[in-house]
């Protein structure tokens, strides 16, 4: 069963292994974006980023008592059905050969105190637009003009990724050192995850 994930999510991966703007690595909502078909029928619990991934992945899958973290594992994504399991990627020595424009844009929003609330985007998807708007709470609670990369996202219910016209709302927001960054991610009433940024 392991493996049919496997082959399905490289198929699904395929189509997100572009460069975002000027970015020389894979960005975290292109991960994000390359789950929606395996989340039809897989549970998505976590990703973790180790490192920026500049080169195209390759691919594995390992059940979950058995994985074995290394350093040249850059990204892990937990999964469940019935048992858990982690695919994970390590680089290789091909270079990304396409780029697409980017523009971390969203409009109307409110931020009060340490929440900040918003729909979608015009031009983005709804992780592209959440990711847009943590950075934009983060720099107004912090005062200053920082790049901010996501370390982690523990899904609470994936699945309302498709309420596109839902209110975006992000909360709970703990600073550790002024280096990292935590929050929870509500659609509508409901909590979508939480993220993890670390300071750049």
């Known amino acids: 069963m392991s493996y049919i994930y496997l082959v399905i999510y490289k198929i699904c991966l ?3 292994l572009t460069l975002k703007g000027q970015r020389d690595y894979l ?6 974006k390359s789950l929606d078909f395996v989340s039809r029928f897989i ?3 976590k990703i ?4 920026y991934l500049k080169y195209k ?8 008592d058995n994985f074995k973290k290394s350093k040249n ?3 892990e994504i937990e999964i469940q059905n019935k048992k858990k399991y982690i695919i994970y990627m390590k680089p290789s020595n091909k270079i990304f050969s396409k780029s697409n424009p980017y523009f971390e844009n969203i409009n109307n929003y409110k931020i009060n105190g340490e929440n900040i609330i918003f729909k979608k985007g015009k031009n983005l998807d709804m992780f592209e637009s959440i990711i847009a708007g943590n950075k934009i709470l983060c720099n107004n609670i912090l005062e200053s003009e920082a790049n901010w990369a996501a370390v ?3 899904f609470n219910n994936y699945y309302l990724l498709e309420n596109e016209f839902q209110e975006i709302t ?5 600073v550790i050192q002024n280096l990292w960054f935590e929050n929870t991610v509500y659609i509508g009433d409901e909590i979508l995850c939480s993220i993890l940024f670390k300071k750049e």
Not at 27 to 32: A, F, L, N, Y
Not at 48 to 51: A, L, P
Request: charged fraction near 15%; avoid cysteine.
């Open 48 to 51: 973790q980023f180790n490192q």
């Open 14 to 16: 395929k189509k997100y």
């Open 43 to 45: 549970k998505i619990n």
């Open 170 to 174: 992000i909360s709970n927001f703990k």
């Open 152 to 154: 982690r996202i523990s």
């Open 27 to 32: 960005h975290s909502t292109s991960i994000v």
């Open 57 to 64: 992945p390759k691919i594995y899958i390992s059940s979950y």
């Open 73 to 75: 594992i850059f990204i």
